[in-house]
């Protein structure tokens, strides 16, 4: 999908990308509130670092929310989520 939506329209479970960004800008819809849309993120971080001959990977998960009005950032909606019955 390449559906531009706002934070007003996303739903539970959509995967959504912060526009002009690439892989692991895709965030998954967790909650929604009157005020907020709360998302969360997979992240991987890697350092080379030369005393240890090989690579340092950091994989975690990054939550955080935007409000509900917000106009200044734009979002493709890469995968909805199932509707709920």
């Given at each position: 999908?390449?559906?531009?939506?706002?934070?007003?329209?996303?739903?539970?479970?959509?995967?959504?990308?912060?526009?002009?960004?690439?892989?692991?800008?895709?965030?998954?819809?967790?909650?929604?509130?009157?005020?907020?849309?709360?998302?969360?993120?997979?992240?991987?971080?890697?350092?080379d670092f030369e005393y240890t001959g090989g690579v340092l990977c950091y994989v975690g998960i990054e939550q955080y929310a935007i409000s509900k009005s917000d106009?200044?950032?734009?979002?493709?909606?890469?995968?909805?989520?199932?509707?709920?019955?």
């Open positions: 999908m390449t559906d531009t939506v706002k934070p007003s329209e996303m739903r539970l479970g959509d995967v959504v990308r912060l526009k002009g960004m690439q892989a692991f800008a895709d965030s998954t819809v967790q909650k929604i509130d009157t005020k907020s849309v709360h998302l969360f993120r997979p992240y991987v971080h890697t350092a106009k200044t950032q734009s979002y493709t909606l890469v995968e909805g989520g199932k509707k709920l019955k």
